[in-house]
């Protein structure tokens, strides 16, 4: 089997992992999302979605802390993917084992944007409030991503406009899928 290539994107909730995702849809390629997979999963177990990030942390406990990596890795269908959530290093060497990864971008946003931007999200599972947003941040930093983040190889801010976010990360992939091809 033909390892596929990979961009993996890391960011604290909010940073604005969704929008590089659907930009790079916009620009027909293959995304997946690891909540997703976790909301999935969390969905089959009969547990309320508003559960999933203590699910993801038992599914880590119980299987290995790269576990949402390798049901991922399961879901990939093409030769090139952006896998958005990444939340520690034993995710990205469980990707990089499996696949053939070209790049893992973070992507950083200050704590208020971040914050704003969940509470207009308005997901199932996004924070309310201060105190539930500090939750799950620290939830977060328990699973590694802080160590995560600090070993990515590109960083894209995201603390602009949207527009000057999704502008940024259309360079980046079309700068990043022409060193792929070539």
Known sequence: MVKAKAILIIGMPGSGKDEFAMVARE???????????????TSGTGVSISMSGEIASKERKN??????????????????VVVEGIRNVEEIVRFR?????????????????????LLKRGREDDPRNIDEFSVREKRELNWGIGEALATADRYICNDSTIQEFREKVREFLKGHIVQESS
């Open 63 to 80: 299987h290995g802390m790269d576990i949402w990596a390798k049901r991922t890795i399961e879901k990939v269908k093409s030769n090139f």
């Open 97 to 117: 084992k499996d696949m053939e990864i070209g790049l893992v971008v973070g992507i950083s946003s200050g704590r208020d944007n971040r914050f704003s931007r």
């Open 27 to 41: 620009m027909g390629i293959e995304v997946i999302n690891m909540g997703d997979i976790v909301r999935e999963f």
